[in-house]
C-alpha cells in the first residue's frame, strides 16, 4: 500500500499543489461523492431498473475497491483503435485475449473492458470471475486517409449473451459524424439498460478546428460539455481525459466563428488554474457527481508512468470523481509491473487521507 508519504514523493513539486488545495471554486458540498451507498444513494431513485442497478452493484463491488463508489477499470480495445502491432509490440503477450484478463484480474481491478473478441473469446472461463466491459464501437485506422469516426461492431445483445456487466462506447464530440454517432449510442444504451447492463461513454473530442495555440480537445469547459450530453443520454459512468487547459469556447470563438455559448463565469467563479478545479468542472457537468466520472490514464511514457497515473488519481478523486480506467500505462509492461501501477492507482482511492477538495 502506497503510503501518504510515498504519494507525496511521486507528486515531486506538485505535492502542496494537489494534496492541500481547497477548492473555492464548486463547493463540495454541492457534489454527490462516491461512497459505499453509491447505488442506493444515486442510482436507485432514477429510472434505472433492478437489473441495471444490480450490475452497477457488481462493478462497484469486485476488486481491491470493492465496496469504496470508486472504480479502478483495465481497458485494452488499443488493437483495433490504434492498431495492435502498434499497442503489443512491447509485450506481444497481449495479442492473446487472456492475458487482458489475467492483468485485470491480478490487478485488482473493478473490471475489464475490451472488444467483443477478447472478451468473447475467453468468457466461459473468466466472464464469473471479473466484470467484463464490452467496447460496441470503435475507430479504425485502416482506412486510407485516417478518418475520426466510430463505427458499430456488434449489437447489444451479443455483448449480453457473452455474459457483459456492462457495454461503453464512444461519440466524437465535434466530428463530422458525431449527430449520427449521438443516435447509434443513445439507442445502444436504452437497449443495455432493458437487459440489465450499465453503460459507459467515452465522451471524447475530435476536431482539427480545436487545435490551435493549444489543443484544446484536453479544455475543461468543452470536455465538461461533453459529459453534460453524455448523461444526457443516461450514460451511467462518463469517461473523459483529464482536462490540461480551459477557454476552448473562446478561442474558437473568434474572429468571423460564432462557435457555441459561454458565459465568463465558467472561467472567473467556476474554474480556476488548479488541476483539481478543472476537473471538478467535468464533474459538475456530470449532474454534479451523480454520474460517475472516470479519467484515462493517458498513453504510456515509460519512467514517469507511475507518477502520471498517481497524479491523475488524485487529481480524479479530490475532484469528486468515482475513478481511473487505464491502461496502456498498465498493459505495455511486463504483468507484474502492469498490476503493480493498478495496485498504486488504488492505493490512492483507498487512503483516507486523500479527501475532497
Known amino acids: 500500500m502506497l503510503s501518504l508519504e510515498k504519494i507525496s514523493e511521486l507528486l515531486g513539486k506538485e505535492s502542496d499543489t494537489l494534496l492541500q488545495h481547497e477548492s473555492k471554486t464548486i463547493s463540495k458540498d454541492m457534489l454527490h461523492l462516491p461512497g459505499p451507498d453509491t447505488v442506493n444513494k444515486i442510482y436507485q431513485p432514477s429510472g434505472r431498473n433492478p437489473q441495471v442497478l444490480r450490475s452497477l452493484g457488481q462493478l462497484l463491488n469486485h476488486g481491491r475497491l470493492a465496496g469504496t463508489g470508486y472504480m ?3 481497458p485494452v480495445d488499443q488493437g483495433v483503435e490504434h492498431s495492435a502491432g502498434a499497442s503489443f509490440a512491447k509485450y506481444p503477450a497481449y495479442f492473446d485475449p487472456e ?8 490487478g485488482g481491478c473493478n473490471a475489464v473492458a475490451s472488444t467483443f473478441g ?12 471479473i466484470p467484463f466491459i464490452v467496447k460496441i464501437n470503435h475507430n479504425e485506422l485502416l482506412t486510407y486517409p485516417n478518418r475520426a469516426d466510430q463505427v458499430m461492431y456488434g449489437t447489444v445483445e451479443e455483448a449480453w449473451n ?4 456492462a ?5 466524437y464530440f465535434g466530428s463530422e459524424q458525431s449527430d449520427r454517432q449521438l443516435v447509434e449510442v443513445s439507442q445502444a444504451f436504452e437497449r443495455a439498460h432493458e437487459l440489465g447492463m450499465a453503460t459507459i461513454l467515452w465522451c471524447y473530442l475530435r476536431n482539427d478546428a480545436f487545435k490551435k495555440d493549444v489543443d484544446y480537445h484536453l479544455s475543461a469547459d468543452l470536455t465538461g460539455q461533453a459529459n453534460h450530453l453524455g448523461v444526457t443520454i443516461q450514460a451511467d459512468i462518463i469517461k473523459q481525459k483529464l482536462p490540461t487547459v480551459n477557454g476552448g469556447y473562446k478561442a474558437l470563438n473568434t474572429g468571423n466563428s460564432s462557435y457555441g455559448k459561454l458565459d465568463e463565469r465558467i472561467y472567473t467563479e467556476l474554474t480556476s488554474d488548479n488541476p483539481i478545479d478543472l476537473c471538478r ?6 449532474y454534479m457527481g451523480r454520474m460517475g466520472l472516470i479519467n484515462s490514464g493517458g498513453a504510456s511514457e515509460g519512467a514517469a508512468d ?19 480506467i487505464s491502461g496502456r500505462k498498465a498493459f505495455q509492461r511486463p504483468m507484474a509491473e502492469g498490476a503493480a501501477l493498478l495496485n498504486a492507482i488504488q492505493d490512492v482511492y483507498l487512503n483516507e487521507q486523500i479527501t475532497i477538495a
Open 306 to 324: 507511475l507518477a502520471e497515473a498517481v497524479r491523475t488519481a488524485v487529481i480524479n478523486k479530490r475532484a469528486g470523481g468515482m475513478g481511473l
Open 72 to 74: 479502478s477499470i483495465l
Open 162 to 165: 457473452l455474459g457483459a456487466v
Open 167 to 171: 457495454v461503453g462506447a464512444t461519440i
Open 99 to 106: 492475458n487482458i484478463v489475467k492483468l485485470a484480474i491480478e
Open 118 to 129: 477478447v472478451l468473447s473469446s475467453v468468457s466461459r472461463n473468466y466472464a464469473h470471475r
Open 281 to 286: 468542472y467535468q464533474v459538475a457537468n456530470c
